[in-house]
């Protein structure tokens, strides 16, 4: 076998079972057990993907030395919002793609709440091509789904280029929303791929939103998107994943009510997959409202400590399938 590239002397970190015979230092987790061993070693690559691990005698079209660093595999970030078409004076895909890329994010899948909303073939199509040769790593599109166009999407959904469907439940940036269940169900029933969920109930958004116009403080938005907005919105969701038998990827989720109900559910079936985003596990309110004021806001929310705990548990207990980073770009005057 011939390699395209070897990277040598490289630092990284291996499960103790799968260690080549190299210098190799324990690591231990906080219970004691060495689960992680780092190992200076060499790393072989082809096509894109690490094939080998621990020797450079392969021959190989280029070598590396890594010596003093330590490699990681590229990070797949599944949930990213660049803003082209139609907000590129935020970020667009060359700019977006080339920090993701100096960032260590190799592969992105993006979000179709772009203007116009990515919903048909030709605004596919579209983004493709402004994709091409522009983009800096390698990315998939999703197509968001919509009243209008819920007849196409078992055809859509094929295209190449295509990650899945995106649907969002409750009202955030952008056009697209679907917070009728009979129009839900409807995209449940149209195709296969896994539906992509921005999950919280549009009606109940709607009941409260007096709550933030009349406060005016930003301290009140996880009070405006309380947990019973985000749980009713995704015990649906997996209800009409029960009944359709549609695979459904749940984003950012953000209470203990809704970690308590998906472990629960995905000890029954393999339809759900679960996400948490870093600013959830890593911020808490109100002190981050107190702290950053509207640079914190975002939905759904950043919510109290109990929650911030209850998401490292479902991390920590393989509750949570991915960790993205719901990149997406606005400008200080928004």
Not at 61 to 88: N, T
Not at 271 to 298: D, N
Request: glycine share 8%; proline share 4%; aromatic share 4%.
């Amino acid at each position: 076998m011939s390699l395209d590239l070897i990277i040598k002397n490289a630092t990284v970190l291996l499960n103790e079972n799968d260690s080549p015979s190299a210098k190799a230092k324990s690591k231990k987790n906080s219970d004691g057990k060495p689960n992680l061993i780092e190992v200076t070693t060499h790393v072989g690559i082809k096509g894109g993907k690490i094939v080998q691990i621990g020797s450079e005698n392969t021959p190989s079209a280029q070598m590396i030395d890594g010596k003093g660093l330590h490699l990681l595999p590229g990070i797949i970030d599944s949930q990213v919002h660049f803003r082209e078409p139609g907000m590129m004076q935020k970020e667009d895909l060359q700019s977006g793609t080339l920090a993701a890329a100096l960032g260590g994010v190799t592969s992105v899948f993006e979000m179709p709440n772009t203007n116009p909303a990515t919903t048909t073939a030709e605004l596919f199509a579209d983004k493709l091509r402004r994709a091409h040769g522009r983009a800096w790593v390698n990315y998939g599109f999703y197509i968001g789904g919509s009243a209008e166009n819920v007849d196409q999407l078992a055809e859509l959904e094929k295209a190449p280029g295509c990650s899945g469907i995106k649907v969002f439940m409750g009202s955030s940036t952008g056009s697209l929303l679907i917070d009728d269940e009979a129009i839900l169900e409807a995209v449940f029933r149209k195709g296969s791929r896994r539906v992509i969920l921005h999950s919280e109930d549009e009606k109940r958004l709607r009941e409260r939103k007096h709550l933030a116009l009349e406060s005016k403080d930003v301290r009140t938005h996880p009070v405006w998107r309380d947990e019973l907005t985000a749980l009713t919105s995704t015990q649906l969701a997996v209800r009409l994943s029960l009944e359709t038998k549609r695979p459904i990827h749940v984003l950012h989720i953000t209470t203990q009510e809704e970690m308590d109900f998906l472990r629960a559910q995905k000890r029954k079936t393999d339809l759900i997959s679960v996400e948490v985003l870093p600013q959830h596990l890593t911020l808490a309110a109100p002190e981050c409202y107190e702290r950053l004021g509207t640079l914190a806001q975002q939905n759904p929310p950043i919510r109290e400590q109990r929650h911030q705990d209850a998401l490292w548990k479902a991390v920590l207990d393989g509750t949570v399938d991915v960790l993205g980073s719901d990149h997406a770009p606005h400008t200080l005057e928004e």
